[in-house]
């Protein structure tokens, strides 16, 4: 059973940096795509940032492109995502997810998600 816990969410300034963090287990991480995706309340959730098996291709949200960096180390089994120049439109609930099947790309498609953390970011 795959599992994925998110940290490092919490409350930031606008203009500051944060680093959220996830542990996957239960498959071999280094198959499977990796994926960030956000929630704000009253609104669907939306793609942030994905990176597939190895590392080697990312893809990013046209509103995170330049401000955000999605990284893995396979030996870790653990994502991460960068987030510098927050804006307060950043605020939401982070989940990372992680691909359907093996060797897929940083689009996706995404399969299993983990129960979240929440960024804060204040004007």
């Known amino acids: 059973q795959v599992h994925l816990v998110e940290s490092g969410g919490g409350l930031e300034q606008a203009g500051g940096s944060l680093r959220l963090s996830c542990a996957a287990s239960?498959?071999?991480?280094?198959?499977?795509?990796m994926g960030w995706f956000r929630q704000a309340p009253g609104k669907e959730r939306e793609f942030v940032a994905g990176?597939?098996?190895?590392?080697?291709?990312?893809y990013y949200a046209d509103s995170v492109k330049g401000r955000f960096t999605i990284s893995r180390d396979n030996a870790k089994n653990t994502v991460y995502l960068q987030m510098s120049s927050l804006k307060p439109a950043d605020t939401a609930a982070y989940f990372c997810a992680s691909g359907r099947t093996t060797y897929s790309s940083a689009y996706g498609p995404y399969a299993y998600w983990g129960q979240g953390t929440q960024v804060t970011v204040s004007s």
């Open positions: 239960g498959r071999t991480f280094s198959n499977y795509a």
């Open positions: 990176i597939n098996y190895s590392g080697r291709t990312t």
